[in-house]
């Protein structure tokens, strides 16, 4: 069997289940309504998927694509963003309108732990490397949230840009936050929360994804419909910083974004297009794109 791609399609309310080499959709998974964000556990057993308008967290085995669990809340409105973190065996969901971080034992699928940001329209969470802290980034506040993750502790709420939404700390380069409004990437120093670098995007930057060897970034460009790559090696100025250097021409809406472990290709999912751009990482262009169903964003890369 062949790697695959999961995408999740927001307006078909389903997941799209794609041959990662061919393009060819096998199989096509009814979710709840809405799906938006997907994540799979670290041995590739199980698809976690927020349905952001129907409330809930659903869990689906990856071998027969059966539903194993449906999670709940009272306190979930517009469930978002997840990370897991693996040495705890936890999923963090980010509920955007109520601006809670749930914790999820992925054992059990039971919510151990939930709290508020205290900020607003908590939408997307990320974890250092070593998982010992989070990051939440808060659109409506314009700044982001670091969490003790070991004592669910907010740290501070460092200031970025303007509706800051993909976040990820790349292991050298800092903490990564890419701010829609003002089309600008915000660098920070992960320990201190200081920024240290700005960089200009395209047009509504919403996520940031690192190439497996950590020497670029991609980052969609919702409306510029391209994807921003950036050199986290790049000098200027005689000092090292992470730095747009090109704009990759993808299909229209461009949002979730995943590379292979390789980091041979990378695949983007075209909101409007209804469809995944693939890109060579060797030359960095788009050279195949993969049809789906509607509205396209969420996606992850499962190998097989």
Same mark, same amino acid.
């Given at each position: =069997?062949?790697?695959?791609?999961?995408?999740?399609?927001?307006? $078909?309310?389903? =997941?799209?289940?794609?041959?990662?080499?061919?393009?060819?959709?096998?199989?096509?998974?009814?979710?709840? !309504?809405?799906?938006?964000?997907?994540?799979?556990? %670290?041995?590739?057993?199980?698809?976690?998927v927020t349905c952001s308008l129907g409330n809930a967290l659903l869990? !689906?085995?990856?071998? #027969?694509?059966?539903?194993?669990?449906?999670?709940?809340?009272?306190? !979930?409105? &517009?469930?978002? @963003?997840?990370?897991? +973190?693996?040495?705890?065996?936890?999923?963090?969901?980010? $509920?955007?309108?109520?601006?809670?971080?749930?914790?999820?034992?992925?054992?059990?699928?039971?919510?151990?732990?939930q709290f508020p940001t205290y900020q607003d329209k908590s939408h997307?969470? #990320? &974890?250092?490397?070593?998982?010992? +802290?989070? &990051?939440?980034?808060?659109?409506?506040?314009?700044?982001?949230?670091?969490?003790?993750? *070991?004592?669910?502790?907010?740290?501070?709420?460092?200031?970025?840009?303007?509706?800051?939404?993909?976040?990820?700390?790349?292991?050298?380069?800092?903490?990564?936050?890419?701010? /829609?409004?003002?089309?600008?990437?915000?660098?920070?120093?992960?320990?201190?929360?200081? /920024?240290?670098? +700005?960089?200009?995007?395209?047009?509504?930057?919403?996520?940031?994804?690192?190439?497996?060897?950590?020497?670029?970034?991609?980052?969609?460009? +919702? *409306?510029?419909?391209?994807?921003?790559?950036?050199?986290?090696?790049?000098?200027?100025? @005689?000092? /090292?910083?992470?730095?747009?250097?090109?704009?990759?021409?993808?299909?229209?809406?461009?949002?979730?974004?995943? !590379?292979? %472990?390789?980091?041979?290709?990378? &695949?983007?999912?075209?909101?409007?297009?209804?469809?995944?751009?693939?890109?060579?990482?060797?030359?960095?262009?788009?050279?195949?794109?993969?049809?789906?169903?509607?509205? %396209?964003?969420?996606?992850?890369?499962? %190998?097989?």
């Amino acid at each position: =069997m062949n790697d695959q791609l999961l995408v999740l399609n927001k307006d $078909s309310d389903t =997941m799209s289940v794609i041959d990662a080499d061919t393009g060819a959709t096998e199989t096509v998974v009814e979710t709840a !309504f809405n799906p938006h964000e997907i994540a799979v556990t %670290p041995d590739g057993e199980t698809a976690y998927v927020t349905c952001s308008l129907g409330n809930a967290l659903l869990a !689906f085995d990856t071998e #027969t694509w059966e539903r194993t669990a449906t999670i709940e809340d009272e306190g !979930f409105d &517009f469930p978002h @963003g997840l990370a897991i +973190r693996e040495r705890a065996n936890e999923l963090w969901l980010a $509920s955007t309108y109520s601006s809670r971080i749930y914790v999820i034992d992925i054992e059990t699928d039971e919510i151990v732990d939930q709290f508020p940001t205290y900020q607003d329209k908590s939408h997307m969470v #990320t &974890f250092t490397p070593d998982e010992g +802290r989070a &990051f939440v980034a808060n659109i409506g506040s314009e700044n982001v949230t670091a969490i003790d993750a *070991e004592e669910r502790r907010i740290i501070a709420d460092p200031r970025v840009g303007e509706e800051p939404e993909g976040i990820e700390v790349h292991p050298e380069a800092g903490l990564l936050v890419a701010n /829609q409004e003002d089309g600008m990437l915000s660098v920070l120093d992960p320990d201190t929360l200081a /920024q240290t670098n +700005r960089a200009l995007l395209g047009e509504t930057p919403i996520r940031v994804v690192s190439s497996p060897d950590g020497r670029h970034v991609l980052v969609p460009n +919702r *409306e510029s419909n391209d994807v921003s790559l950036i050199d986290t090696e790049h000098v200027r100025d @005689g000092e /090292q910083r992470p730095w747009e250097i090109a704009r990759i021409p993808v299909g229209i809406w461009p949002g979730g974004t995943v !590379f292979d %472990p390789d980091g041979e290709r990378a &695949f983007v999912a075209n909101n409007k297009t209804n469809d995944v751009s693939v890109i060579d990482c060797t030359t960095w262009e788009a050279v195949e794109r993969y049809e789906t169903e509607l509205h %396209p964003d969420g996606i992850a890369y499962l %190998p097989r």
